[in-house]
């Protein structure tokens, strides 16, 4: 039961440099999610898809990219990374229908930005 | 537009004693409500989750959680801490017609022995 797994778990980059994040989940999931954790300020929503080629802006999307080929996949990029974009990353996802579905979340990409 | 308030962002309680974490949230249109634990270096779960029906819902690990609509609250309660209960703990809230969540800020919750 790999549920959502996220890689890698933890990264240190430099400022400017790009990298990108990777989620994949096994429960045939339409919707999926991406959100960083910062302390006090719980998860905010970057961006998300609601299927296979299609991807929408969150709360807080700047400085991010996003692609889900597959749908079993979803991509974060950082293409300049930026000190202020040092979090903990969640993926997270949930099956289509009812709104009450409840999201299945990754362990999480700690990332740090010097 | 809603919003998530979780009054208190650390919470102590001894062993045994009673947890009491207080949610409210704001919603222009009905909701659905959620809390979700978060125990170190680890993803969030599940703990419980509250839609339509009977307004007190019962989650894992002997918590449970109240929805008053009149007070535009959700508060998470557990009778008797256990040691493995310390945790930080989430409520979110998403409209009934979007399936997008809004989370609280979190309140941490440490079990003195």
């Known amino acids: 039961n790999a549920g959502v797994t996220q890689t890698p778990k933890f990264r240190v980059l430099k400022t400017g440099q790009s990298m990108t994040l990777l989620c994949a989940q096994d429960m045939n999931h339409e919707y999926m999610y991406w959100y960083r954790q910062d302390p006090g300020m719980g998860l905010r929503l970057i961006h998300y898809?609601?299927?296979?080629?299609?991807?929408a802006k969150g709360e807080v999307p700047d400085g991010y990219n996003v692609s889900r080929l597959k749908k079993q996949n979803f991509l974060l990029g950082l293409e300049s990374a930026a000190p202020s974009q040092t979090s903990v990353y969640f993926c997270?996802?949930?099956?289509?229908?009812?709104?009450?579905?409840?999201?299945?979340f990754g362990d999480g990409t700690r990332l740090s930005i010097l | 537009a809603q919003s998530v308030t979780q009054l208190g962002s650390h919470v102590s309680v001894s062993e045994g004693a009673l947890v009491l974490l207080r949610c409210n949230y704001s919603?222009?249109?009905?909701?659905?409500l959620f809390w979700y634990v978060q125990y170190p270096n680890q993803g969030l779960q599940l703990l419980l989750k509250y839609t339509t029906g009977a307004t007190l819902v019962k989650g894992i690990n002997g918590f449970e959680a109240e929805f008053k609509k009149s007070e535009t609250s959700f508060h998470l309660t557990k009778p008797s801490a256990h040691m493995s209960d310390a945790a930080e703990y989430f409520c979110a809230v998403s409209p009934s017609n979007d399936y997008k969540l809004s989370f609280g800020a979190g309140t941490t919750v440490t079990v003195r022995a």
């Open positions: 898809s609601v299927g296979e080629g299609t991807t």
């Open positions: 919603s222009s249109v009905p909701p659905y």
């Open positions: 997270a996802s949930s099956p289509r229908g009812p709104t009450n579905q409840p999201q299945h």
